[in-house]
């Protein structure tokens, strides 16, 4: 099955600080989605992204399909930000499948 | 956006019991609808995907007696954990799709933190 590596693993910020996360899948997708999980362990859903770029206030992405790639950046992060970051792809009609995250620490 | 709903959020039962956890699109019609679990500190599994009206495929490793599924309707899937252990505590989260104009995008509801004890 298709592979997800995210990366970095963790992540410590001081606040006001920008950050790119890191998305890296095996085979072509259909559909890429970024989300933040916060520590009640409700998944937002951050972008679905299957290629090209969108901006959300702070938080932009960006998917090269063709490279198998994908980018989550935070800019100005604040302590709010805070939470695990998944990445999730899906070839056909299949379930997506999620990468280990990146678990971000934002400190004031 | 679409929303889905999960119910309940939180339930703590005692070992050897069933517990039903109901999961809506409140806002569209599933198609497909997916249930994984989370384990502390790890990530999304899947557990299962059910289409609407047709039996559950579940993923290796997962006991289809003892995780039911039942997706009876476009909106509504059901999944009951059948004499429930203290191993089967974990983070449940449900997701739904609707394949309308070739969408492949997930919504996910808000999760059902089960505590056998």
């Known amino acids: 099955g298709i592979q997800v590596e995210q990366s970095p693993p963790d992540l410590i910020l001081q606040e006001g600080a920008n950050s790119t996360l890191r998305c890296n899948f095996s085979d072509s997708v259909n559909n890429l989605q970024w989300f933040h999980q916060n520590p009640w362990g409700q998944l937002i859903n951050l972008f679905y992204?299957?290629?090209g770029t969108k901006q959300n206030g702070r938080l932009s992405a960006t998917t090269v399909a063709t490279e198998r790639y994908s980018l989550l950046y935070i800019s100005s992060s604040q302590t709010t930000d805070s939470g695990v970051y998944f990445c999730a792809v899906v070839r056909g009609n299949t379930p997506l499948v999620f990468g280990k995250g990146t678990r971000l620490s934002v400190i004031a | 956006g679409a929303v889905v709903s999960q119910h309940p959020s939180r339930v703590i039962c005692k070992s050897g019991t069933s517990v039903k956890i109901e999961c809506r699109s409140l806002?569209?019609?599933?198609?497909?609808m997916f249930w994984y679990r989370q384990f502390p500190k790890q990530s999304l599994m899947l557990m299962a995907t059910s289409n609407e009206g047709s039996k559950a495929t579940y993923e290796q490793g997962v006991e289809k007696d003892k995780f039911l599924i039942n997706h009876a309707s476009l909106t509504l899937s059901t999944l009951t954990v059948t004499s429930a252990h203290p191993e089967d505590s974990s983070f449940y989260i449900c997701?739904?799709?609707?394949?309308?104009?070739?969408?492949?995008?997930?919504?996910f509801g808000p999760g059902t933190r089960l505590t056998v004890t």
């Open positions: 992204i299957p290629s």
């Open positions: 997701s739904a799709r609707d394949l309308a104009g070739d969408n492949y995008e997930q919504y």
């Open positions: 806002d569209f019609q599933a198609t497909t």
